[in-house]
């Protein structure tokens, strides 16, 4: 008779909450670290979401995707709201324990980036915070290699009958095309024949705005504990962040909406 699964063991709640080894005796580090773990663990989910939505995309079954799609804009809210637990340290809260992480960066985030890289925001760059070889970037290379989310959609487009030229590399980042920006028109100004991709519009648009409420949030966040310094690992801290607020998944669903 095999051994008792138990809630503990079942969830290895051993090996997860002995994860959490703070540098220093400061009380709020364990909160820094519990936080940034957490975070990874959704961004993991998210991941597996996203990948299970591409699939059924990819076969042409819209509607069942929509769960997932729906499932990682609630993910991100509940990331999003972690912010605020974050900005109950003050800076002189951080400032105690600041200098143990050393060069560490959330910039370094593999999982971040490999999201990034499915929804279509695709940075090769980013490849040199990962040691050659690791499996942090072998998923980076990975997913910076495949067709995105987007990818997908807009294959589904093309089989709907719209006239859309298809990128060759999709390696490089989204660039907006007239192309796409008209084939959504038309399926915005006849959603009864297209009800499928707009509802999958829809659900790409929450999910993009998602991800901006997050990146927004992280802004203020750090702006409220280290205001403008440089960032641990030697970014321009939330200079940085500012600049990623103007990045789009999916410009075309946004743009659309002035022509309608």
Same mark, same amino acid.
């Given at each position: 008779?095999?051994?008792?699964?138990?809630?503990?063991?079942?969830?290895?709640?051993?090996?997860?909450?002995?994860?959490?080894?703070?540098?220093?005796? $400061?009380?709020?580090?364990?909160? %820094?670290?519990?936080?940034? $773990?957490?975070?990874?663990?959704?961004?993991?989910?998210?991941? =597996?979401?996203?990948?299970?939505?591409?699939?059924?995309?990819?076969?042409? #079954?819209?509607? *069942?995707?929509?769960? =997932?799609?729906?499932?990682?804009?609630?993910?991100?809210?509940?990331?999003?709201?972690?912010?605020?637990?974050?900005?109950?340290?003050?800076?002189?809260?951080?400032?105690? %324990?600041?200098?143990?992480?050393?060069?560490?960066?959330?910039?370094?985030?593999?999982? %971040?980036?490999?999201?990034?890289?499915?929804? @279509?925001?695709? /940075?090769?760059?980013?490849?040199? =915070?990962?040691?050659?070889?690791?499996?942090?970037?072998?998923?980076?290379?990975?997913?910076?290699?495949? *067709?995105?989310?987007?990818?997908?959609?807009?294959?589904?487009?093309?089989?709907?009958? %719209?006239?859309?030229?298809?990128?060759? #590399?999709?390696?490089?980042?989204?660039?907006?095309?007239? #192309?796409?920006?008209?084939?959504?028109?038309?399926?915005?100004?006849?959603?009864?024949?297209?009800?499928?991709?707009?509802?999958?519009?829809?659900?790409?648009?929450?999910?993009? /705005?998602?991800?901006?409420?997050?990146?927004?949030?992280?802004?203020?966040?750090?702006?409220?504990?280290? @205001?403008?310094?440089?960032?641990?690992?030697?970014?321009?801290?939330? @200079?940085?962040? $500012?600049?990623?607020?103007?990045?789009?998944?999916?410009?075309?669903?946004?743009?659309?909406?002035?022509?309608?």
């Amino acid at each position: 008779m095999g051994q008792e699964v138990t809630y503990g063991g079942y969830l290895r709640l051993d090996q997860l909450l002995a994860a959490q080894e703070p540098r220093t005796g $400061q009380h709020d580090e364990l909160l %820094f670290v519990i936080l940034h $773990q957490t975070m990874e663990l959704w961004m993991k989910q998210l991941l =597996h979401e996203i990948a299970a939505a591409q699939g059924q995309v990819r076969g042409g #079954d819209l509607v *069942p995707a929509y769960k =997932h799609l729906a499932r990682v804009s609630r993910i991100q809210a509940v990331m999003t709201q972690a912010w605020d637990i974050l900005a109950t340290m003050t800076p002189a809260d951080y400032m105690n %324990f600041r200098a143990a992480l050393g060069g560490s960066s959330g910039f370094q985030s593999a999982q %971040f980036r490999a999201l990034e890289y499915k929804l @279509g925001i695709k /940075d090769a760059a980013h490849l040199k =915070h990962q040691a050659e070889g690791s499996p942090e970037r072998q998923m980076m290379e990975a997913a910076l290699a495949a *067709p995105s989310l987007y990818d997908d959609v807009l294959v589904q487009l093309a089989k709907a009958g %719209f006239p859309l030229s298809l990128r060759a #590399d999709i390696t490089q980042g989204y660039t907006p095309s007239q #192309d796409v920006e008209d084939a959504w028109y038309e399926v915005y100004r006849d959603t009864a024949k297209y009800w499928a991709l707009y509802q999958l519009a829809e659900k790409l648009l929450d999910l993009d /705005d998602a991800m901006l409420s997050w990146r927004h949030k992280h802004v203020l966040t750090v702006e409220r504990v280290i @205001g403008r310094k440089r960032g641990t690992g030697g970014t321009e801290g939330v @200079g940085y962040l $500012q600049s990623t607020l103007t990045k789009r998944a999916f410009p075309e669903i946004w743009s659309v909406r002035t022509r309608l």
